[in-house]
């Protein structure tokens, strides 16, 4: 990888104009997921894992109009008896996956089970015939990648992947404002995921009644080494590797998402890690995790560098994600974007005290020269625009309604979903390498266009 790019910032792209600038922060939704569907198209769907985001994800899909819940699998019964009591006796409960997917009454399934099952339960449903919403991380296993993105190819179903910020209009609008040129020439990408209490670190409510009896213990485990039963292993997954994939696939995968939609890219060339278990002592997965990842120059980005990183302590900090170019920087925090711009020195550093070293003589020779070719300015001047400009998406603004509207409106034929299985895999695998060289203390090559570690 070349540091010295083949592309000036000035080719790159146009600087912005004030103009242009303030024009672009009228809000446009460019992916519009309106209209998604009419009450007249009937979708029937079932849940697999009707756990914290499969009721999300669940009634979130149910408010597009048209869509209708069948079936519900899950290992818990405290869960099916939860899905009777929220969706009816008519949707049918059952602790086998295997079962739903049998079913000629679902036409698409969620897949909302800890990330061990995703990849296999995801396969097995477009096989079957099924359009596929399978939540993030797409796999837990960097090589679990290639035999999904083949899966969706050879049975042509619709696969979306569960990073719902990539359906956003907050991420259509940074990245139309990145396009625009509002931040110059990109070098740095900041991102910090901070939190600091229990629930933020997976300390998660586990039931009273939980034992064998209520729940599934062989099923959860899966392909998963066996294990005696164990609640915590059973509703605080995320702390295990043999079931979750730490913070990286947890939460990473998001911004990986959002990143490479923002930008155009397709991913990091190379990653490395550190960090430890340093608050939360009862896990395996690191709490305290940071990542340096190279972004190579493409037709869309110059090569950048970004830094990641999770803290589960953080003392109040709060998260971080910014966008940092040689003209501004443009920061996203929940549903807004705050952009900032800075005048810039495009020529030679200039700075009195600097200058006053020089001998007399040469102060003055310097002067001259700089005002010859300066059109008689004596300092260099500053370029570009100042300023702080804010956007906010409309209050209430829901991006996983958006990305549940495309993808029902993909399966009925309209415009393909873009967080397909290649997309998925595309931000799933740099976070991986993230868990890679973090546990196996290594850089971790990748080919971003191939999908491969190299
Ligand atoms: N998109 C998002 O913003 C977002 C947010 C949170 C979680 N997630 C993802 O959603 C998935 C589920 O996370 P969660 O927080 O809901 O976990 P959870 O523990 O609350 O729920 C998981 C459920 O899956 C069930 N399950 C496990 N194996 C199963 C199997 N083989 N068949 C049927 N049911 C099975 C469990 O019984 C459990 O009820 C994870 O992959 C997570 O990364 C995504």
């Known amino acids: 990888m070349t540091d010295s790019p083949k592309t000036s910032r000035r080719d790159f792209f146009r600087t912005a104009s004030a103009g242009a600038l303030v024009s672009t922060l009228a809000p446009s939704i460019l992916r519009s997921a309106e209209a998604a569907t009419s009450p007249n198209d009937r979708i029937q769907i079932a849940t697999i894992g009707l756990g914290m985001m499969g009721l999300n994800d669940t009634n979130t899909a149910l408010m597009v109009p048209g869509v209708e819940l069948v079936a519900v699998a899950d290992c818990y019964d405290g869960r099916l008896q939860r899905t009777r009591e929220l969706f009816g006796d008519d949707v049918h409960t059952t602790r086998d996956c295997w079962e739903i997917l049998d079913r000629d009454d679902v036409d698409a399934v969620i897949i909302a089970t800890p990330d061990h099952w995703h990849q296999k339960l995801a396969i097995a449903a477009l096989e079957k015939g099924k359009a596929v919403y399978v939540e993030k991380p797409m ?37 139309e404002l990145y396009r625009s040129g509002a931040i110059g020439k990109l070098n740095m990408v900041t991102i910090l995921i901070s939190r600091n209490d229990a629930l933020g670190a997976w300390e998660w409510p586990m039931a009273t009644d939980a034992s064998t009896e209520t729940i599934d213990w062989e099923r959860f485990l899966g392909d998963a080494p066996k294990r005696p039963f164990d609640p915590q292993r059973f509703f605080r997954w995320r702390k295990y590797w043999d ?64 830094q990641l990183g999770a803290n589960f302590a953080d003392g109040g900090h709060g998260p971080v994600f910014q966008l940092i170019g040689d003209e501004g920087q443009m920061s996203l925090s929940g549903n807004k974007i705050t952009l900032s711009r800075t005048a810039k020195v495009d020529e030679e550093g200039f700075g009195k005290s600097l200058l006053r070293t020089f001998a007399k003589a040469e102060q003055e020779a310097w002067i001259e020269a700089q005002k010859a070719k300066s059109g008689g300015r004596e300092a260099p001047q500053t370029t570009g625009l100042s300023g702080t400009i804010e956007y906010e998406a409309p209050k209430g603004y829901d991006s996983h309604l958006d990305h549940f509207r495309i993808f029902f409106r993909a399966m009925l034929g309209g415009e393909p979903v873009l967080e397909n299985a290649a997309y998925g895999f595309r931000a799933a695998a740099p976070a991986l390498i993230a868990n890679l060289a973090y546990r196996e203390n290594r850089i971790v090559d990748w080919d971003p266009e191939a999908m491969k570690l190299t």
């Not at 430890?276 to 110059?302: A, I, K, M, N, Q």
């Open 243 to 306: 079931y979750g994939t730490g913070v990286a696939g947890d939460m990473y995968v998001h911004r990986f998402t959002t990143l490479h939609r923002i930008i155009d890219s397709k991913g990091p060339v190379k990653g490395m890690a550190t960090g430890g278990v340093r608050f939360w002592l009862d896990r395996e997965v690191p709490d305290l995790h940071l990542g340096l990842f190279e972004y190579p120059e493409t037709d869309s980005h110059p090569a950048f560098t970004l």
């Open 139 to 175: 796999v837990q296993k960097i090589e679990q990648g290639a035999a999904l993105v083949a899966a969706e190819k050879e049975t042509g179903k619709v696969l979306q992947v569960g990073s719902q910020p990539v359906s956003s209009v907050v991420t259509e609008k940074a990245r």
